[in-house]
């Protein structure tokens, strides 16, 4: 199984700065994409961003040019730094990760447990 640990949500206030990251655990064999999704109230989870294993980005239309994503293969860790935040930012942030375990035959999706992240006007 894959183990994911998210750290860096919380509350700030609108045009603020946070940065999230997420890191791996567990008997993977390979990570490929990994990145954010976010849930607001009343709402369905959407992306945020993601990052393949070679390093290329995909942005969520509402945070391009805001927010920029990163990870570390070695480690098995994504981060996130989220400029210039917005109220309509506020949401449970998921770190996902699509994975082959050493066990497995195919990669599938997992998921962090979430943080909140809060921007106040």
């Known amino acids: 199984q894959v183990k994911l640990v998210e750290s860096g949500g919380g509350l700030v206030q609108a045009g603020g700065s946070l940065r999230l990251s997420c890191a791996a655990s567990g008997s993977i064999a390979s990570a490929n994409a990994m990145g954010w999704y976010r849930q607001a109230p009343g709402k369905l989870r959407e992306l945020v961003a993601v990052?393949?294993?070679?390093?290329?980005?995909n942005y969520g239309d509402p945070v391009k040019g805001r927010f920029t994503i990163s990870r570390d293969n070695a480690k098995n860790t994504v981060s996130l730094q989220m400029n210039s935040l917005k109220p309509e930012d506020t949401a449970v942030y998921y770190c996902?990760?699509?994975?082959?375990?050493?066990?497995?035959?195919?990669?599938?999706?997992?998921w962090g447990q979430g943080t909140q992240v809060t921007v106040s006007s």
């Open positions: 996902y990760c699509n994975a082959r375990v050493v066990t497995g035959l195919y990669p599938r999706p997992y």
């Open positions: 990052v393949t294993s070679g390093g290329s980005p």
